[in-house]
């Protein structure tokens, strides 16, 4: 393994880790956001799903930037946009700043998701085994310290714009040096990425990428559902204080960044198929605990399971991609990570609504399904998965970029 690649791979790991800090800085921080700029509550539901939105249309332009230039050069500068973003909407003072904040915040985010996602399977294809899991439990880590930051903030009481210029001021220049060491890695496959094609292999595309995006839905269905209702769930269903009501979500990302870390390790010792369907049995189990609990203490065993269970699939579900279209990896993951934002905007309101309209125990049963479902697209994660039989021919990879055949 060369020191090209190491550090590589430390400097992308670092990426992540600021992505996680700015990212939990914004979204932990959004009681302080609404009343800096007296956004009604009304009026709150439109800036939080605009931001995933415009990550969406982040993720598709970088599907077309890669063509032109690097996947690092994306990742580079999108990287300071964020945290200057992120800057902005602390700074600001009217309405109208804090929409553009959100809105440089939002394209921005999907830039960066897309092109760090890209290098990642790119560093795994050439180490040849499994970090994927590693990058995402750097992403969990700076989570927690995101969250931390932002709970010295409001304990302190202290103007969001003192909150975050300094991690702006640490992070942004610490990301523009670590971005020299960017690797990128290239497709598996060089000539696998020239034109043509045909209705068929479009077809056969569509069909292997959509399982893998129908899972990285429901993962975060599952994520958005304990981020935004696990501690209404644990106050208003079973009964907790509102101290304890806070508790879940934090031991649930502590469990995310504890089963990414040592998720590489299972991946290679048992295989991707494996280790997905046992993540997938395990959030689902999570889900009926939570369903079920008595009183908060079983509540929080089955956030802690989710944890466990969940923090598996994203990771893997971007490296499958790269396994799947190994010359076409690029585009790929571009189009797979625009699902990520559909979980987020589908899980929290899906929930809410349910719950209102039924019960918050039987809501709870609708994201366990949902990730059970992983298991019927377990084989999409497979080293080789055997996607051609019936007589088909192989797809070339670069049919996955094909506006009319792709998705």
Same mark, same amino acid.
């Given at each position: 393994m060369?020191?090209?690649l190491r550090r590589g791979r430390a400097s992308l790991a670092f990426g992540f880790l600021?992505?996680?800090?700015?990212?939990?800085?914004?979204?932990?921080?959004?009681p302080a956001v609404q009343d800096r700029y007296g956004v009604s509550?009304?009026?709150?539901?439109?800036?939080?799903?605009?931001?995933?939105v415009l990550a969406g249309i982040g993720s598709v332009t970088t599907e077309q930037l890669v063509k032109r230039v690097r996947p690092s050069v994306v990742l580079r500068w999108s990287q300071p946009v964020v945290l200057l973003a992120l800057l902005g909407v602390g700074a600001g003072e009217r309405m109208v700043e804090l929409a553009v904040s959100l809105a440089v915040f939002g394209l921005a985010v999907g830039a960066l998701d897309a092109s760090m996602n890209m290098l990642g399977v790119s560093l795994q294809r050439s180490y040849g085994?499994?970090?994927?899991?590693?990058?995402?439990a750097a992403y969990s880590l700076g989570g927690i310290v995101g969250?931390?930051?932002?709970?010295v903030g409001a304990h302190w009481h202290l103007a969001l714009w003192v909150s975050y210029l300094p991690v702006a001021a640490v992070l942004l220049p610490a990301v523009l040096v670590g971005s020299r060491w960017y690797v990128d890695a290239g497709p598996a496959e060089p000539g696998a990425q020239g034109s043509g094609g045909g209705g068929e292999g479009g077809a056969l595309v569509f069909k292997l990428l959509l399982p893998l995006c129908l899972v990285m839905s429901f993962a975060y269905i599952g994520d958005s559902t304990v981020s935004n209702w696990s501690a209404k769930y644990l106050q208003d269903v079973l009964g907790s204080s509102e101290q304890l009501a806070t508790v879940p979500y934090n031991v649930y990302m502590v469990t995310t960044l504890l089963g990414r870390a040592i998720g590489d390790f299972g991946v290679r010792r048992l295989g991707a198929v494996a280790v997905v369907r046992g993540g997938a049995v395990v959030a689902a189990a999570g889900f009926a605990v939570v369903a079920v609990a008595p009183g908060p203490w079983v509540g929080m065993l089955g956030f802690t399971l989710l944890g466990l269970g969940l923090c598996v699939l994203v990771p893997q579900t971007f490296a499958a991609a790269g396994r799947l279209f190994p010359g076409a990896s690029d585009a790929a993951i571009a189009r797979?990570?625009?699902?990520? %934002?559909? =979980?987020?905007?589908?899980?929290?309101?899906?929930?809410?609504?349910?719950?209102?309209?039924w019960s918050y125990r039987g809501a709870m049963l609708v994201p366990m399904v949902l990730v059970s479902l992983t298991l019927v697209y377990a084989r999409s994660?497979?080293?080789?998965?055997?996607? %051609?039989? =019936?007589?088909?021919?192989?797809p070339r990879t670069a049919d996955v970029g094909r506006g009319s055949n792709g998705l």
């Open positions: 060369t020191d090209v600021a992505q996680g800090v700015a990212f939990a800085l914004l979204v932990t921080r959004i509550d009304a009026l709150l539901p439109v800036f939080l799903a605009a931001v995933p085994r499994s970090i994927m899991l590693s990058f995402h969250a931390s930051l932002a709970w797979l990570n625009i699902f990520n %934002y559909v =979980g987020f905007l589908v899980g929290s309101p899906l929930v809410g609504a349910l719950g209102d309209a994660f497979a080293r080789q998965p055997d996607r %051609y039989g =019936g007589g088909h021919e192989r």
